[in-house]
């Protein structure tokens, strides 16, 4: 899973993702300054947000709660210096569904972030139809209508046809597709795309005769035959001028930002 983990402190963020480093389900996406977690906010791929209450532009409960009215709906974690209960309620208030001490144990941090992904995952599940196929986002699986074929996709592929399929049946330009499963500012080679392209539009394929799905477009890429079914996510609007939440935030604003994958 995709976790965006906004906080100042790098010897922090260090110990906190070696610990999760132990296991191999974790992705983590991270951001030294509010503004730059909110621009980061836009990735589809993302199943939950650890904001730090302290951080030095924006403060943890001004994010989260931006990232609510923004149509955020994934799970968010406030990460507070203590676990005073004003702080908490008012944390709550802002749209969290968490609040707890950054002093936590990270045992205890990683089962409340696994207990809330879960329980997310279970409400809200977008599916699509995709040609003969149902393609369940959150379960990153393809399942055809007809012989009940499954397909599993990958993270980065679920994540990529589930933004080319809020797109209807137009181009999304390679810049969004990016934005929207990397996150903004990500330094991703365009051969990366061009690879989860290709293996996503083989899978799509019931045979060899069979039209291509997933076309290329000049400048992006487009699916074709694809329409919701049923959706209880409300989904993240990536025309959302995040550069303007915080006109104050300087050039340095992406200093210390990191993009990994826990191994």
């Not at 609510?68 to 309620?89: H, K, N, V, Y």
């Not at 802002?94 to 941090?109: I, N």
Request: hydrophobic share 40%; aromatic share 8%.
């Amino acid at each position: 899973m995709q976790v965006l983990l906004a906080d100042s402190d790098a010897a922090f963020c260090e110990t906190l993702t070696g610990y999760f480093a132990l296991n191999d389900e974790f992705e983590f996406i991270e951001k030294r300054h509010g503004v730059c977690a909110l621009r980061s906010a836009g990735n589809d791929a993302l199943e939950v947000a650890l904001l730090s209450v302290g951080l030095p532009d924006l403060d943890g409960f001004q994010v989260c709660k931006l990232m609510r009215q923004r149509g955020f709906t994934a799970p968010i974690i406030l990460l507070g210096e203590s676990d005073i209960e004003s702080d908490m309620i008012f944390g709550l208030e802002s749209g969290a569904d968490d609040y707890v001490a950054r002093s936590v144990a990270p045992s205890v941090l990683r089962a409340r972030i696994r207990a809330h992904v879960r329980r997310y995952r279970q409400c809200n599940e977008a599916v699509f139809q995709v040609g003969p196929y149902l393609f369940r986002a959150a379960s990153n699986l393809l399942s055809h209508r007809e012989t009940g074929r499954e397909v599993r996709l990958s993270g980065t592929e679920a994540a990529i046809l589930r933004r080319l399929c809020l797109a209807g049946n137009r181009v999304v330009p390679r810049a969004d597709l990016i934005g929207a499963v990397w996150g903004d500012n990500a330094q991703i080679p365009a051969q990366r795309l061009t690879a989860h392209i290709f293996h996503l539009r083989q899978k799509l394929k019931t045979g060899p005769s069979q039209a291509a799905l997933l076309k290329t477009e000049r400048g992006g890429y487009r699916i074709l035959q694809a329409r919701r079914r049923t959706d209880a996510r409300s989904d993240f609007s990536r025309d959302t001028a995040w550069s303007h939440v915080n006109p104050h935030a300087g050039s340095n604003a992406n200093a210390g930002d990191r993009t990994y994958a826990v191994e």
